[in-house]
């Protein structure tokens, strides 16, 4: 094949730790009719992809692929320009710069990536560089909560910090809400920065003994519990977490409370990824949101990207330069 239908790459074939992924030549994509070409300048590594990378939970292998990945390359997040057009495709055109999701089947940690024009992607607000645009994975998983959110209501976010976290302040308080964030000590500046209302150094105080009660706690971090909360939930409160929780608590909780109705414990779902793509563009014209990062890595890097992701203790969003 010619070297100008190739594009590097980070593929995987089984599931695993990172050293499953290697670097290589493969054949660009080409758009299909309702679709638009995207030369990738950046992408994110996250936890879907650490997660998806070793299958885990193991039940998420009904929609990955039960004995092997049905996608060869991960990473959902992308942000570059338009460089090809399918058929019937007229709202963007050749040369936008464009941030969005690939939520189905990923694809971003390569150098092109096709995606439906009438999918999770927008144009980016003003001048943003490109691996500043990359935001929609923590953000579309923060808004299965804080779309619950409105004005005068209250909620506490467990874990402010990270991709997810940092999102749910933004989200929360561009719907109204009032936000109390709960962070480690290196962080306790942060969710101040971002419009929280309170701030709690979980390491020099007990954030479950605050005094207040809330209509939404929110672990963005997957490392507390229904159980260590519930003191914080006023009457008709929910927890809401993005992991399963200890012993598959959540799991267990959510289908107790959800087969009475009351809903008290859930994990949403993320769900419009194409209108919290959207949302996220206007907020972000407005000034209104952005995006917290860590670290970048480069393409050739990204397997010591997927190791530091997995270590559990990164600052909002790890950037993949790619382009």
């Given at each position: 094949m010619?070297a100008?239908n190739l594009?590097n790459?980070?593929?995987?074939?089984r599931?695993?730790?990172p050293?499953?992924?290697?670097?290589?030549?493969v054949?660009r994509?080409v758009?299909?009719?309702?679709?638009?070409r995207v030369k990738?300048?950046?992408?994110?590594?996250?936890r879907?992809?650490?997660?998806?990378?070793?299958?885990?939970?193991?039940f998420a292998?009904?929609?990955?692929?039960?004995?092997r990945?049905?996608?060869r390359?991960?990473?959902m997040?992308?942000?570059?320009e338009?460089d090809?057009?399918?058929?019937e495709?007229?709202a963007?055109?050749?040369g936008d710069?464009v941030f969005?999701?690939?939520p189905?089947?990923?694809?971003?940690?390569?150098e092109?990536l096709?995606v439906?024009?009438?999918?999770?992607i927008?144009?980016?607000?003003?001048d943003?560089p490109?691996?500043?645009a990359?935001?929609g994975?923590?953000?579309w998983?923060a808004?299965?909560t804080?779309?619950?959110?409105s004005?005068d209501?209250?909620?506490?976010?467990?874990?402010?910090?990270g991709?997810i976290?940092t999102a749910?302040v933004q989200?929360?308080?561009?719907n109204?809400a009032?936000?109390a964030?709960?962070?480690?000590?290196?962080?306790?500046?942060?969710?101040?920065?971002?419009?929280?209302?309170?701030?709690?150094?979980?390491?020099?105080?007990d954030?479950?003994?605050l005094?207040?009660?809330?209509?939404?706690?929110?672990?963005?971090?997957?490392?507390?519990?229904?159980?260590?909360c519930?003191?914080?939930?006023?009457?008709?409160?929910?927890f809401?977490?993005?992991?399963?929780?200890?012993?598959?608590?959540?799991?267990i909780?959510?289908?107790?409370?959800?087969?009475t109705g009351?809903?008290?414990?859930r994990?949403?779902f993320?769900?419009?990824a194409?209108?919290c793509i959207?949302?996220?563009a206007?907020?972000?014209?407005q000034g209104?949101?952005r995006?917290?990062f860590?670290?970048s890595?480069q393409?050739?890097?990204i397997?010591?990207?997927?190791?530091?992701?997995?270590?559990g203790q990164?600052?909002?969003i790890v950037v993949?330069n790619?382009?």
């Amino acid at each position: 094949m010619p070297a100008n239908n190739l594009m590097n790459a980070v593929v995987f074939e089984r599931y695993g730790s990172p050293d499953a992924l290697s670097l290589r030549d493969v054949p660009r994509p080409v758009p299909s009719k309702g679709e638009v070409r995207v030369k990738v300048h950046a992408s994110t590594v996250n936890r879907t992809d650490a997660a998806t990378l070793r299958a885990y939970p193991f039940f998420a292998r009904a929609m990955t692929g039960l004995l092997r990945p049905k996608m060869r390359t991960l990473g959902m997040d992308f942000a570059g320009e338009v460089d090809l057009l399918g058929e019937e495709v007229s709202a963007f055109e050749v040369g936008d710069h464009v941030f969005g999701l690939s939520p189905d089947m990923f694809g971003a940690h390569a150098e092109y990536l096709c995606v439906p024009a009438n999918g999770a992607i927008a144009r980016i607000p003003g001048d943003l560089p490109f691996h500043q645009a990359v935001v929609g994975e923590g953000a579309w998983y923060a808004n299965g909560t804080t779309k619950l959110l409105s004005e005068d209501t209250r909620c506490l976010i467990y874990g402010a910090s990270g991709a997810i976290g940092t999102a749910a302040v933004q989200l929360a308080k561009a719907n109204g809400a009032h936000v109390a964030a709960v962070v480690g000590t290196r962080h306790i500046n942060l969710p101040k920065e971002l419009g929280a209302d309170r701030v709690v150094n979980y390491e020099t105080e007990d954030f479950t003994a605050l005094g207040e009660t809330f209509d939404i706690v929110f672990d963005a971090v997957g490392k507390t519990s229904f159980f260590r909360c519930r003191p914080l939930l006023n009457k008709d409160g929910i927890f809401a977490a993005t992991d399963l929780g200890p012993g598959w608590s959540n799991i267990i909780l959510g289908s107790f409370y959800g087969a009475t109705g009351s809903g008290r414990v859930r994990i949403p779902f993320p769900e419009d990824a194409p209108g919290c793509i959207r949302r996220l563009a206007d907020l972000m014209a407005q000034g209104r949101f952005r995006g917290v990062f860590d670290r970048s890595y480069q393409l050739g890097e990204i397997v010591d990207a997927f190791r530091y992701v997995e270590e559990g203790q990164k600052t909002g969003i790890v950037v993949v330069n790619i382009c």
